[in-house]
């Protein structure tokens, strides 16, 4: 079974709007953390935000927030003020306590922000 | 931020030749570093895991032989794709584990390379 879905293999947003891009997971795991990286066309993998499992607020950073709603094992990324640069694939991530420090990878979405 | 280099960036080789990707660590002792395959518009899959000092541990459907991973610093894990072939071809990255990172940022203290870009003819 899928540990990390996204549901949105593409998304378009306009500049300077809000935009979420959808992760759910699957984990008995009571100890995890959620991570989202950016992978321009460059290909380097670039982090962006993480929530743990026992975080009890939503972790931001700058104009990346994460809706974590742990009940529906959802982990929603916005972006606010979408800019031309954010453009490029998102993955949304999760290590589990249990398998140590690797990271399983959610199949990605990619993000077009138009002009 | 820590930083993670990989070489070569990018890789032509001929089918049935040997390529060995290096990825160090430039500022921390990484005592793990991770292998992670990427097809085109796909998403990373973690080959291995490398250990210093000891063997590497292999995902299920990787072939350890033909994927040799060698560990022999704190700063620095090859991957070596032996007898490549076409099918090989593939966007290879490493990431590296800083042990004493975590803290306010836990998230980040795997940190990833730029990737090795793999084209088998």
């Known amino acids: 079974a899928q540990k990390i879905t996204q549901t949105q293999p593409g998304m378009f947003v306009q500049e300077k709007e809000a935009v979420t891009l959808d992760c759910t997971y699957d984990?008995?795991?009571?100890?995890?953390?959620l991570f989202w990286y950016k992978q321009p066309s460059s290909g380097e993998m670039i982090f962006l935000i993480y929530?743990?499992?026992?975080?009890?607020q939503n972790a931001t950073e700058g104009r990346y927030s994460l809706n974590f709603q742990k009940a529906r094992k959802s982990a929603n990324l916005v972006i606010s003020a979408s800019q031309l640069g954010d453009s490029a694939m998102y993955f949304c991530?999760?290590?589990?306590?249990?398998?140590?420090?690797?990271?399983?990878f959610g199949p990605g979405t990619r993000l077009s922000v138009l002009p | 931020g820590a930083v993670v280099s990989q070489h070569p960036s990018r890789v032509i080789c001929k089918s049935g030749t040997s390529v060995k990707i290096e990825c160090r660590s430039l500022?921390?002792?990484?005592?793990?570093m991770f292998w992670y395959r990427q097809f085109p518009k796909k998403s990373l899959m973690l080959m291995a895991t490398?250990?210093?000092?000891?063997?590497?541990?292999?995902e299920q459907g990787v072939e350890k032989d033909k994927f040799l991973i060698n560990h022999a610093s704190l700063t620095l894990s090859t991957l070596t794709v032996t007898s490549a072939h076409p099918e090989d071809s593939s966007f290879y990255i490493c990431?590296?584990?800083?042990?004493?990172?975590?803290?306010?940022?836990?998230?980040?203290?795997?940190?990833f390379g730029p990737g090795t870009r793999l084209t088998v003819l």
């Open positions: 490398s250990n210093e000092g000891s063997k590497a541990t292999y």
């Open positions: 500022d921390f002792q990484a005592t793990t």
């Open positions: 929530q743990g499992s026992y975080d009890e």
């Open positions: 990431s590296a584990r800083d042990p004493h990172s975590g803290g306010a940022r836990p998230g980040d203290t795997q940190y």
């Open positions: 991530a999760m290590r589990e306590r249990i398998y140590g420090q690797n990271f399983v």
């Open positions: 984990t008995s795991d009571q100890s995890y953390g």
